[in-house]
């Protein structure tokens, strides 16, 4: 069936350093690409989207990559700061041109992403 | 606008027995999702309901039930509950069922079956 594999599962980085996250999936018919962010007793949140006929998109300090042909995306967070520490989530989908599987988001299996001061 | 509400906040089980989870939720959505998450293994599907009336599983669905009660409510249920449903179960709600809808979480139920 369809998979999403996330990676690292743990990242540290240093306030105002780079982070970047990576996923796969192995459906090649998933179309959008959502990421979430779940910070400490929450529920998850979405924080940015790309859909398969944009190869990037940005919003402010955060960006997501995607590479229909490799299959795997990516979400790069730039100047980070300790409020962006949380778990994030990188989650696919058949998106509007699916049937059986529409509505359906396969999550990765998480990653923690720790800023240190 | 309270968002997507869920009860209770936590819960501990013996196994066998049974327990409801409830999910509401106020902003007009017509979809709605029931997931678990457990350690290393993200957010798994039980359940999901693209619409009042409607009910389909999900990636994991044994052991559990639902029932979409009216466009707000969307319940989850243990009939006879067993260790390896100890997890954090979260509700979902979305605009519609397409699958490139923003879903909206609630804070979660933690659930420990002993």
């Known amino acids: 069936g369809e998979n999403v594999e996330q990676h690292p599962s743990t990242l540290s980085v240093q306030e105002g350093d780079s982070a970047v996250i990576k996923c796969t999936y192995s459906d090649s018919a998933s179309n959008y690409f959502p990421w979430y962010k779940q910070e400490l007793g929450k529920g998850p949140q979405l924080i940015i989207d790309?859909?398969?006929?944009?190869g990037e998109k940005k919003d402010q300090r955060i960006a997501v990559t995607l590479n229909k042909t490799a299959k795997h995306f990516s979400l790069h967070i730039t100047e980070t700061q300790p409020e962006d520490s949380a778990v994030y989530f990188c989650?696919?989908?058949?998106?509007?041109?699916?049937?059986?599987?529409?509505?359906?988001?396969?999550f990765g299996q998480g990653t923690t992403l720790q800023v240190k001061p | 606008n309270a968002g997507v509400t869920q009860t209770p906040k936590f819960q501990v089980l013996k196994t066998g027995q049974s327990m409801t989870l409830q999910c509401a939720q106020d902003?007009?959505?017509?979809?709605m999702y029931w997931y678990r998450q457990d350690p290393g293994m993200g957010l798994r599907l039980i359940y999901y309901s693209a619409s009042e009336g409607t009910t389909d599983k999900g990636e994991v669905p044994n052991g559990y039930n639902v029932s979409r009660l009216n466009k707000r409510e969307f319940s989850l249920r243990l009939e006879s509950a067993a260790p390896s449903q100890t997890s954090v179960y979260f509700c979902?709600?979305?605009?519609?069922?397409?699958?490139?809808?923003?879903?909206?979480f609630g804070p979660g139920t933690r659930l420990t079956v002993l």
């Open positions: 902003m007009n959505h017509n979809s």
């Open positions: 979902a709600s979305s605009v519609t069922g397409l699958g490139d809808n923003e879903q909206f």
């Open positions: 790309i859909r398969s006929n944009v």
């Open positions: 989650a696919a989908s058949r998106g509007r041109h699916g049937s059986s599987n529409t509505g359906k988001l396969i």
